[in-house]
């Protein structure tokens, strides 16, 4: 069985780098987020909700931290989230993600940020966006995989996002 849950406030305040809001504002907005869910019983992916209100500028990128992490026990590190942004923000808006597609492994939860999922979202369009909390904004996916044999790894994780490949 695997489950969403919410990280630490002292993790999410220091992951969305924020500056110019009191404590007490951002631990409104902490407290707000919702954890991720499908929008239809047919649906696949399970939303994510903006945990704050944001006015994306033309031709800008920005690190949205989600508040969220994936939690995954041991027998079920056979599975990955993938997070994709909602289809009406991108075919309304062109918003996407720089590297097309996120991937959450299933360990990613045991990571020293907690488990934070991070999402890199873009605006390549020439007009700004706004994106309104609570809204969703991305959905995650949760496919089942497999490791061919001898291609498998016994390595533990530690870092966080991006840490993989350092």
Known sequence: MSYFEKISFEQWKADCGIKGVSDDELREW?????PPHQA????????FFMPFNLDF???SRMK??????????EGERDKVLLILPRSGLGF???????????????????AENEGHILVCFENPSDENVKLEAGKPFVQGII????VPEGAG???????GFGSTSR
């Not at 239809?40 to 939303?47: K, N, R, V, Y």
């Not at 309304?92 to 045991?110: E, F, H, M, Q």
């Not at 790894?153 to 870092?159: K, L, V, Y």
């Open 30 to 34: 902490f407290d707000a987020i919702m």
């Open 40 to 47: 239809t019983a047919g649906s696949a992916g399970m939303d």
């Open 57 to 59: 500028e033309a031709g």
């Open 64 to 73: 949205i931290a989600t508040g969220m992490r994936w939690v995954t026990e």
């Open 92 to 110: 309304k808006y062109g918003l996407r993600l720089p590297n097309t597609i996120g991937v959450i492994d299933a360990d990613y939860c045991d």
């Open 143 to 146: 496919v089942k995989y497999e």
């Open 153 to 159: 790894s016994d390595e533990a994780r530690t870092g």
